[in-house]
């Protein structure tokens, strides 16, 4: 029998949404709606779905192995060098990479204790060891996070805004852990959500890479730009860390079909305003109706909000199921509700009203 590495039993394989073919073959519902993943409800650009119709004329050659032109649009986007530049199947891929990268046997990441799950997965199964730093009030607590460095230290997680409950770093907390920490730690700040923070406090962490300082940033065409069926994000940092993961990084690691649509939703300023004005709708609409039904959330700068149902989460979300709404359950009494068109978020409201008047 082939034994399973130790670091490796212990894993919980990552549990994505609930698919809404999944939910409508079980309970013979129809027309139910997602909002589970946080997903852009609008759907990928106009632009990017031209590209896609035109590019399977190309499907049976390999893809530019680096990106080249998507990463040469990004740099230009950021004001960086293309060498700045890593793409990746995914940003998660790119955490991965990190880890692979920048972990020997028994080294430290730290990160928060309710964070996406893949950066705690990612450090074991290349043989590190996870701190896990409890969030203050449903926020990185950075503080706690710099005492908590050791000379094992090799990578710290941030996610800014944080997934799953859509709260956010400021840029002067940020920038007193920078100034804590040692010359061999990176700091990984994953903003797979950044685009729908409006806070001017949230910090420009692309002028810290253009500085020089020791951070990788992860970005993502998932969210915002609507390609999260693609599998395609990015990472910035200097140099000299972008091309100590391409060693490591596999070949064609991106596919072409991505590569292109991404390329051509970078451009599509339009989709980005629509998008994230309906964004910035649906989350006033949840909040207030959140408050208007008594319940706790947290102040979100990201496209969920995450809610306290003040009562078993588990069943609540149960109960949603079998009205076709998915949400997330998360742990205890609190539910992660992905902001959707404005028709979706009334439904998932009134669902919740009619859920929560049962004992």
Same mark, same amino acid.
């Given at each position: 029998m082939i034994e399973i590495g130790k670091h490796i039993e212990g894993i919980e394989p990552y549990k994505p949404g609930k698919p809404l073919e999944e939910l409508e073959r079980?309970?013979?519902?129809?027309?139910?709606? $997602?909002?589970?993943?946080?997903?852009?409800?609008?759907?990928?650009? $106009? $632009?990017?779905?031209?590209?896609l119709k035109r590019g399977s004329a190309v499907l049976h050659r390999y893809p530019e192995g680096s990106g080249?032109?998507?990463?040469?649009?990004?740099?230009?986007?950021?004001?960086?060098?293309?060498?700045?530049?890593? @793409? =990746?199947? =995914?940003? &998660?891929?790119?955490?991965?990479?990190?880890? $692979?990268?920048? @972990?020997?046997?028994? &080294?430290?990441?730290?990160?928060? &204790? @309710?964070?996406?799950?893949? +950066?705690?997965?990612?450090?074991?199964a290349h043989h590190g060891i996870s701190v896990r730093v409890p969030l203050r009030d449903g926020t990185y607590d950075l503080e706690a996070m710099a005492r908590r460095l050791t000379p094992l230290t090799r990578l710290v997680f941030i996610c800014n805004p944080n997934n799953p409950t859509g709260t956010m770093v400021s840029r002067r907390g940020l920038d007193r852990l920078l100034n804590h920490l040692p010359p061999n730690v990176l700091v990984i700040m994953d903003e797979a959500y950044a685009e729908y923070a409006d806070d001017p406090e949230f910090p420009n962490t692309v002028e810290d890479v253009r500085r020089g300082a020791p951070v990788l940033v992860l970005r993502t065409f998932s969210k915002m730009y609507g390609l999260a069926g693609l599998r395609i994000g990015y990472g910035l940092s200097t140099p000299e860390v972008i091309g100590a993961m391409n060693r490591v990084r596999l070949p064609f690691n991106t596919n072409s079909l991505a590569q292109s649509a991404a390329l051509a939703a970078l451009s599509d300023e339009t989709h980005v305003a629509r998008s994230l004005r309906v964004n910035r709708e649906g989350?006033? +609409?949840l909040s207030e109706s959140f408050k208007a039904l008594d319940l706790r959330y947290l102040p979100s700068q990201a496209n969920f909000v995450y809610v306290d149902t003040g009562r078993d989460g588990g069943t609540v979300y149960e109960r949603l199921l079998r009205k076709g709404v998915i949400v997330r359950h998360i742990q205890g009494s609190w539910l992660r509700v992905s902001i959707g068109r404005p028709g979706e978020n009334r439904r998932f409201v009134k669902a919740l009203m009619e859920v929560l008047k049962r004992k």
């Open positions: 079980e309970l013979g519902i129809k027309a139910a709606i $997602k909002l589970a993943s946080n997903e852009n409800p609008l759907g990928p650009s $106009k $632009k990017a779905l031209a590209v080249r032109r998507l990463r040469e649009a990004i740099a230009q986007k950021h004001k960086l060098k293309p060498g700045q530049v890593i @793409l =990746g199947n =995914g940003s &998660d891929e790119i955490m991965d990479l990190a880890a $692979k990268t920048f @972990l020997e046997p028994g &080294d430290e990441a730290i990160l928060g &204790d @309710l964070t996406f799950a893949i +950066y705690h997965i990612s450090v074991t989350r006033r +609409y």
